[in-house]
């Protein structure tokens, strides 16, 4: 079955640091997706992503943060100055259409010291 | 925008248990899924389920879209069962991402 693949699984960064988390969405998918969840809270949507732009952002998504899909096949999400409270496990999510099942990464868990 | 709310917060189950997850959702959806979340923190997605009634296994799921719920049954629950359950759905105007409930977790005893 085809997966969501995201690398790393886990990184550490000191606080300020720009850190860059990696995805590989399903080949076909057209529709890609970045969510956060803090540990022990609910998953959170943090921005969509279609034909090249974005589709649609959260509050949470501020200046801070920035996707590229800067080929045909990666998906990132950048966060420019990292703050202790972004320490969070990012997915990622891609889908064919919408309406169509969400297939889920494995995630980065991301611990700002 | 939609709210989901999951019922019961937390399970404790003994093993060989039975078990019901609900999930009320507040708009039309024309998506929802459940996801098992393991202690590794990956999300596992058990069922693609907008409406009607699947099974997977020991798992069933229940989505009864008029009445804007949708049920997740573990039967002969196991050790491996414990983790976070979340509903997750897609509604059906302008809101083209998955918004999730705060999840059930269940904990499953030997």
């Known amino acids: 079955e085809p997966e969501v693949t995201q690398t790393p699984s886990h990184q550490v960064t000191q606080m300020g640091q720009e850190v860059i988390l990696r995805c590989v969405p399903i080949?076909?998918?057209?529709?890609f997706y970045w969510y956060r969840q803090i540990l022990g809270q609910k998953v959170e949507f943090l921005v969509s992503?279609?034909?090249?732009?974005?589709?649609?952002k959260s509050e949470i998504f501020d200046d801070q943060f920035s996707v590229e899909r800067p080929d045909g096949s990666n998906f990132t999400l950048k966060i420019r100055s990292t703050k202790l409270e972004d320490s969070a496990m990012y997915f990622c999510?891609?889908?064919?259409?919408?309406?169509?099942?969400?297939?889920f990464g494995s995630g980065t868990r991301l611990t700002v010291v | 925008g939609i709210q989901v709310e999951q019922s019961p917060p937390d399970l404790i189950l003994q093993e060989g248990a039975n078990s019901t997850l609900r999930c009320n959702f507040s708009?039309?959806?024309?998506?929802l899924q459940w996801f098992h979340q393991n202690p590794w923190g990956q999300l596992i997605n058990l069922f693609y389920?907008?409406?009607g009634t699947k099974q997977n296994g020991r798992l069933s799921a229940t989505t009864v879209a008029t009445e804007r719920y949708s049920l997740l049954y573990i039967s002969s629950s196991q050790t491996t069962d414990s983790g976070v359950y979340f509903c997750?759905?897609?509604?059906?105007?302008?809101?083209?991402?998955?918004?999730f409930g705060a999840g059930t977790t269940v904990t499953v005893r030997a």
């Open positions: 999510a891609s889908t064919k259409e919408i309406g169509y099942g969400y297939t």
């Open positions: 708009d039309s959806v024309n998506n």
């Open positions: 389920i907008p409406s």
């Open positions: 997750a759905v897609e509604t059906l105007i302008n809101d083209y991402k998955l918004s």
């Open positions: 992503f279609y034909n090249n732009e974005i589709s649609e």
């Open positions: 080949s076909n998918h057209l529709y």
